[in-house]
Nanobody, 134 residues
Framework: VQLQASGGGLVQPGSSLTLSCRGS????????LAWFRQAPGREREGVSC????????AYADSVKGRFTISRDNAENVMYLQMNSLKPEDTAVYYC????????????????????????????WGQGTQVTVSS
């Protein structure tokens, strides 16, 4: 496993949670990184993406203003800070990596990832469950 996601759990609506994605064999500095999620009975959807050049981020409309993606290349880790969680955020969250191909390509793939396109992301973590329920 080259990516390891962690930090999921059971929380109440309105709570916060921070997910982490650590590269075990990948040097994340060379990759565009993204979070996707999949709820039972639903297709996988993009959540957020961050480029490796200037850290430009993209978000799905459903999480804008509530979630913040970040990365610490020195520590080889990516984070997803999730605030004001809603029951509809319940899903298995996956981190994924795409080898960087330059700023324009990375920005385009991030924008696509935030809309759910994951075909360019070849390395995946095992997923971490987030459950938002009262």
């Amino acid at each position: 496993v080259q990516l390891q996601a962690s930090g999921g759990g059971l929380v109440q609506p309105g709570s916060s949670l921070t997910l982490s994605c650590r590269g075990s064999e990948l040097i994340l500095d060379y990759y565009t990184l993204a979070w996707f999620r999949q709820a039972p009975g639903r297709e996988r959807e993009g959540v957020s993406c961050i480029g490796n050049s200037d850290g430009t981020a993209a978000y799905a409309d459903s999480v804008k203003g509530r979630f913040t993606i970040s990365r610490d290349n020195a520590e080889n880790v990516m984070y997803l800070q999730m605030n004001s969680l809603k029951p509809e955020d319940t899903a298995v969250y996956y981190c994924a990596a795409r080898a960087s191909r330059g700023y324009a390509s990375d920005a385009r793939s991030c924008a696509d990832a935030s809309k759910g396109s994951s075909y360019e992301f070849n390395d995946w973590g095992q997923g971490t469950q987030v459950t938002v329920s009262s």
